[in-house]
Antibody, heavy 126, light 106 residues
Framework: QVQLVQSGAEVKKPGSSVKVSCKAS????????ISWVRQAPGQGLEWMGG????????NYAQKFQGRVTITADESTSTAYMELSSLRSEDTAVYYC???????????????????WGKGTTVTVSS | DIQMTQSPSSLSASVGDRVTITCRAS??????LNWYQQKPGKAPKLLIY???SLQSGVPSRFSGSGSGTDFTLTISSLQPEDFATYYC????????FGQGTRLEIK
């Protein structure tokens, strides 16, 4: 059964960047989608974007376009999410999740998310 | 983006109760609707996908129904471990989640 292991908690200054990793073990990595979902303290879930490693092209939610970069390294079964120009509102738990998706070439349709990492807490504070 | 609205936002119920949570989409999403359960300090867990398909390993007391814009998650007989927050999520277009329904013990 695949497990997703995320990197540790981060404390960042406003204006800086953070890069969170998500390593898959025990199962197939490349042919599934990896999504990134965040949850601010006491708030709901927010999808940031995702990637199908075998295709390598990421799709992003409009809100995060230009500020987030999602990549994947098939050789190490690891996905990454980098968020730049951090502000206090980016303080949240960031989850990676494996799930279904269909690649249409210029667009990827992401679906359910059935395996989740435990989350990485990112705190943005001066 | 498609807006997902859950009702109620919170709910108190007792062990053994039948509970229904509703999720409404701002436009038709066919059956591209998934449900998750989240407990405090834990990652979400997939319960139902494609509106009505039970994820492997999820107890049969959970069920989902609906299509188009209106969907429901039903728990037929609440168990102590079911007290949690539930989220719907559409995958018809760019993924969006409902705001969550917090299910508390009465």
């Amino acid at each position: 059964q695949v497990q997703l292991v995320q990197s540790g908690a981060e404390v960042k200054k406003p204006g800086s960047s953070v890069k969170v990793s998500c390593k898959a073990s025990g199962g197939t990595f490349s042919s599934y989608a990896i999504s990134w979902v965040r949850q601010a303290p006491g708030q709901g879930l927010e999808w940031m974007g995702g990637i199908i490693p075998i295709f390598g092209t990421a799709n992003y939610a409009q809100k995060f376009q230009g500020r987030v970069t999602i990549t994947a390294d098939e050789s190490t079964s690891t996905a990454y999410m980098e968020l730049s120009s951090l502000r206090s509102e980016d303080t949240a738990v960031y989850y990676c999740a494996r799930g279904g998706a269909v690649d249409y070439g210029d667009y990827t349709a992401f679906d359910y998310m059935d395996v989740w990492g435990k989350g990485t807490t990112v705190t943005v504070s001066s | 983006d498609i807006q997902m609205t859950q009702s109620p936002s919170s709910l108190s119920a007792s062990v053994g109760d039948r509970v229904t949570i509703t999720c409404r989409a701002s436009q038709s999403i066919s059956s591209y609707l998934n449900w998750y359960q989240q407990k405090p300090g834990k990652a979400p867990k997939l319960l139902i996908y494609a509106a009505s398909s039970l994820q492997s390993g999820v107890p049969s007391r959970f069920s989902g129904s609906g299509s188009g814009t209106d969907f429901t998650l039903t728990i037929s007989s609440l168990q102590p471990e079911d007290f949690a927050t539930y989220y719907c999520q559409q995958s018809y277009s760019t993924i969006t989640f409902g705001q969550g329904t917090r299910l508390e013990i009465k």
